[in-house]
């Protein structure tokens, strides 16, 4: 069972702070995906990484893709109120043909205006 | 272009009644993924379903849940006789099919409240 492990669990920040949010697993992931939920919504996609040390920015947003496939970071500059909400990540390796990802427990992030 | 549309949004059952939620994937998407979310335990999945073909229910329960994506028409998960710890968030994803990349896109979500 591939575990995907999200940190802080928690964050309360303040409007402009900057911050990063971490996923990491033991397993190698052929892709992995950050989302992000609002309250009473579905998961919002907001980013694939699939090779090694990439990186790709959305805005404020910097995800980062581990060298080994094992991890990634989510970092926000310059933190909004609209960015409050839960970030989940979830991978898949792809082993045995499966294609149903895992995904970690979330961090959930609150910005004070 | 409408995305994954899930109805209803809300749905009030008692115990031992029976509760159908129903999942329209994005148009060309042919998988189907039913998630169900508990506050503070992140998405469990459940089932995965192709077009008339369950591929994978290895996290839904033997008993009372069933789930099924036919030729035409949304996807359904049914749970019978429902119980008080049914009560949660359930979520569908739809994917375009086989990809490398695994991505995901969610609906609003079905809120099951069981009195």
């Known amino acids: 069972t591939q575990l995907l492990e999200q940190s802080p669990q928690f964050l309360s920040i303040q409007e402009g702070e900057n911050l990063t949010v971490y996923c990491n697993s033991s397993?190698?992931?052929?892709?992995l995906q950050w989302y992000r939920q609002e309250p009473g919504e579905g998961p919002v996609l907001l980013v694939t990484?699939?090779?090694?040390?990439e990186v790709k920015k959305l805005k404020r947003l910097t995800f980062q893709f581990g060298d080994a496939r094992k991890d990634s970071s989510l970092h926000i500059t310059a933190a909004q109120p609209g960015d409050t909400g839960l970030y989940l990540c979830?991978?898949?390796?792809?082993?045995?043909?499966?294609?149903?990802?895992?995904f970690g427990r979330g961090t959930s992030l609150i910005v004070h205006p | 272009n409408a995305g994954v549309m899930q109805n209803p949004r809300h749905l009030v059952r008692r115990r031992g009644q029976e509760a159908r939620l129903r999942c329209s994937p994005m148009k060309g998407h042919s998988h189907v993924y039913w998630y169900r979310q508990l506050p503070e335990e992140g998405l469990k999945f459940m089932v995965y379903l192709q077009k008339e073909n369950i591929i994978d229910e290895s996290g839904m329960p033997k008993e009372r849940f069933s789930a099924e994506f036919p030729k035409e028409g949304p996807s359904i998960l049914r749970i019978q006789q429902v119980v008080r710890g049914d009560s949660a968030a359930y979520f569908c994803a739809s994917s375009p099919g086989r990809t490398h990349s695994y991505e995901q896109y969610f609906g609003p979500g079905t809120r099951l409240t069981v009195t």
């Open positions: 397993s190698v992931f052929s892709s």
């Open positions: 990484v699939v090779t090694g040390g």
């Open positions: 979830a991978g898949a390796s792809g082993v045995g043909g499966s294609y149903i990802p895992t």
